[in-house]
């Protein structure tokens, strides 16, 4: 079979473990080529670290996929995480509109949030611009922050109830026409994981909540989920599998230490998600 190949499209913190450090290793391990388009280069993320470095890479971002395009080099997917402007998403909207093919699978994670509140460095107009990138997506991973914001409706803290959550997942499919998976979807106080509404049912896939959260985790759940899709797993086996590593991945950490910022040791967790992937 021949190997398939995703183009990321994020930042590289140097430090951190989160966007391209995250999603290279994760989707390579899955098998598949990961192809990278980096938006930005700072010394570490913006959760958590003052006076980092950003190096800017939006002049970029075209001339690569079109130097790709040239090239007659494709992709089957399209992962696109953390941007940092407006501007970037523009861009964005356009690279996907030049590389895709009837085949490209576009999957979205809208970062910009979570906890209620846009990430540092975000105007409250950004989600605004994020729903266009939305709109071209066949699947898109917010986390229930990042859906409210795109809906313009309230945020709720968990535990969620199922009325709340299904009628984000339905506001969500008429936004994009798409594929919705919810992340951070808390219904006791006992479980977490996410919902998968694939516009004819909704299912859920749920793992036992670790009491500590860290920087990443979103990225290492979408980069999971498209590592696995790759696989020609469903969206909700690949959900299922998302969740059970994010999970593990955060077991081991909360074992070890309780600094958010430094992410999770994820890499300890690879030979479980070849398990899980049964490759
Ligand atoms: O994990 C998402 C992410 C990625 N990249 C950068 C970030 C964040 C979240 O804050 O700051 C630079």
Redesign the pocket.
Known sequence: MRQKRVAAI??I?CFGK??LTVALPIISACGTETAVIPTAV?ST???GFKNFTFRDLTDDLLAIARHWKSEGITVDAVYT??LGSKAQVEIVCKIIEEIQNEATKVIVDP?MADNGRL?NGFDSDFPLQMKKLCMKADVITPNITEASLLLGIPFEQSPHSREYIESILYKLRELTGKSVVLTGVCPDEKSIGAAVFDGDNIDYCFAERVPSSY??T??IFASTLTGVLMNGKTLYESAGVAVEFTRSCIERTFKDHKEMRYGVNFEAELPNLMKLLNR
């Open positions: 994020h930042d913190s989160c966007s700072l993320h913006t959760g995480g953390y970062v990430y920087h990443g979103g990225d």
